[in-house]
C-alpha cells in the first residue's frame, strides 16, 4: 500500500517553519557580529594604551583672555556656551486672531 502523501499546507507549514529558523539564526549572527564590531572597535575596549597629549614645545598654550572665548591654538573654540540674545533688542513676536 502507498504512504500517506503530506498535503500541501502541511508541506508549504514546513518550509516556512524551516525558513523561520534559518532567518531566526542568521538574525542572531548577524547580532552577534555587529556587537563584536562594536567591542572591537570601541576606544574603550583597546589593549594598548594611547599616549594623552601634552602641550605642543612649540611654546603655545591655551588660554582664555576673559571674553567667553577658550584658545587652544588649534583656531576652534566653544565660544561662551550662553544661549541669550546677544543684542539688546527683544525679537519682535506679534499674534492676532479674527
Same mark, same amino acid.
Given at each position: 500500500?502507498k504512504e !500517506?502523501r503530506?498535503? =500541501? &499546507?502541511?508541506? !508549504?507549514? =514546513?518550509?516556512a517553519? =524551516?525558513?523561520?529558523s534559518a532567518?531566526g +539564526?542568521?538574525?542572531?549572527?548577524a547580532?552577534l557580529?555587529?556587537?563584536?564590531?562594536?567591542w572591537v572597535t570601541?576606544p574603550?575596549?583597546?589593549?594598548s594604551?594611547? +599616549? &594623552?597629549?601634552? #602641550?605642543?614645545? @612649540?611654546? @603655545?598654550?591655551?588660554? %582664555? %583672555?576673559?571674553d567667553? $572665548?577658550?584658545d587652544d591654538g588649534?583656531?576652534?573654540s $566653544?565660544g561662551?556656551?550662553?544661549?541669550? #540674545?546677544?543684542?539688546?533688542s527683544?525679537?519682535q513676536?506679534? @499674534?492676532?486672531?479674527?
Amino acid at each position: 500500500m502507498k504512504e !500517506a502523501r503530506p498535503s =500541501r &499546507t502541511e508541506e !508549504a507549514c =514546513r518550509r516556512a517553519s =524551516r525558513a523561520k529558523s534559518a532567518l531566526g +539564526a542568521g538574525a542572531a549572527a548577524a547580532f552577534l557580529a555587529v556587537g563584536a564590531l562594536a567591542w572591537v572597535t570601541h576606544p574603550g575596549s583597546s589593549g594598548s594604551s594611547q +599616549a &594623552t597629549s601634552s #602641550p605642543s614645545s @612649540t611654546g @603655545t598654550t591655551a588660554s %582664555d %583672555d576673559g571674553d567667553g $572665548y577658550y584658545d587652544d591654538g588649534s583656531g576652534f573654540s $566653544y565660544g561662551s556656551g550662553s544661549v541669550s #540674545p546677544s543684542g539688546g533688542s527683544q525679537p519682535q513676536v506679534g @499674534t492676532s486672531v479674527s
